[in-house]
């Protein structure tokens, strides 16, 4: 399974990003597919999560700013990202979790200057 995250960059406060996670390989035992990031100096956490079912999650920080999809034909997963805030700026990750196990993309720099 590879995993490649892309889209990340510089934005300003308020601006908007979309960042996508391609998922290749055994792709058909993926239950779900997650964002999550990591800013300097602090523990990664989730940001939303996608199941297999559709069902989503967020976490309390980005509710009403962020949305994650999936489109299934391209096995691609996205995070539409409005209304950017400093607090924002991390390495975005994207996982996957298979019945085999748990994978993981090398990231994608998300900076949001003030």
């Known amino acids: 399974v590879q995993i490649v995250e892309s889209g990340g960059g510089l934005v300003q406060a308020g601006g908007s990003l979309r960042l996508s996670c391609a998922v290749s390989?055994?792709?058909?035992?993926?239950?779900?597919v997650g964002w999550h990031r990591q800013a300097p100096g602090k523990q990664r956490e989730m940001v939303a999560t996608?199941?297999?079912?559709?069902?989503?999650n967020y976490a309390d920080s980005v509710k009403g700013r962020f949305t994650i999809s999936r489109d299934k034909a391209e096995n691609t997963v996205y995070l539409q990202m409005n209304s950017l805030i400093p607090e924002d700026t991390a390495v975005y990750y994207c996982?996957?979790?298979?019945?085999?196990?748990?994978?993981w993309g090398q990231g994608t720099q998300v900076t949001v200057s003030s």
């Open positions: 996982e996957a979790a298979l019945i085999t196990g748990n994978y």
């Open positions: 390989g055994i792709t058909s035992t993926i239950t779900v």
């Open positions: 996608i199941s297999i079912g559709e069902r989503t």
